[in-house]
Structure formats: C-alpha cells, structure tokens
C-alpha cells in the first residue's frame, strides 16, 4: 500500500494550492480516502475525508467552503484543493487510507498513511 501525497508549498493569505494524493495497492468495497493535518506542537487533526464506496466528502468546520475534496475517475488520486488560504492552515498535511464504510475525521481510524507534504501560508 501506498500513498503519495504532494502538491504542498508556500502561498500568501487568500491565495490557493491544491494537494493530491496518489494511492495504490489498497483498495475495499468500503473504504475512505482522508486529509490530515499537523502544526508544529500540535495534534494530527482531521481536514476532510471522502468515501471511496459513494464519493461523499466531508470537512472539518474550519475548512468547510474554503477547501473541496475530490478524487480522479478512478478514484486513485484524491485531491484537495484549498482556496482562501489562512496563516493558521500552515501545517503538514497527510493523506490516509481506512477501510470500512463508518470513516470518521479520527487519525486511529486509518490504517495507511502517506509521508507530509508542507503547505505555508503567509500573512
């Protein structure tokens, strides 16, 4: 199993990135697909996570209508693209796969993790 993310970078307030993330050997009738982020001296904190089996996504309030999750076709690269960008969204984020129908925001439900991509924000 694999999951590569990238995309992350420096961006100023109110600017864009979009972070992908490219998975591989792990696929389940149920499973979901979730962004993660870390700020230094910080828990992991779920982002948003989207259901492989039904493409339903769901966000963090502190992302909600700033930040859309999607995935490819063939649902083997999951995106996110993160517009209105704040200083407080500067963190490392991870991408992480689970398997089971009830995918939840929390870091334990998942199984599989790809390394951090940076994403800075400046003021």
């Known amino acids: 199993v694999q999951l590569q993310a990238s995309g992350g970078g420096l961006a100023q307030a109110g600017g864009s990135l979009r972070l992908s993330c490219a998975v591989s050997g792990f696929r389940f009738d149920d499973d979901a697909i979730g962004w993660f982020r870390q700020a230094p001296g910080k828990e992991r904190k779920g982002v948003s996570l989207?259901?492989?089996?039904?493409?339903?996504?769901y966000y963090d309030n502190s992302v909600k209508g700033r930040f859309t999750i999607s995935s490819d076709n063939a649902k083997t690269t999951i995106f996110l693209q993160m517009n209105s960008l704040k200083p407080e969204d500067t963190a490392v984020y991870y991408c992480a796969a689970g398997e089971g129908r009830l995918a939840t925001m929390n870091p334990t439900w998942y199984e599989y993790w790809g390394q951090g991509t940076q994403v800075t924000v400046s003021s």
């Open positions: 989207i259901s492989r089996t039904d493409g339903s996504p």
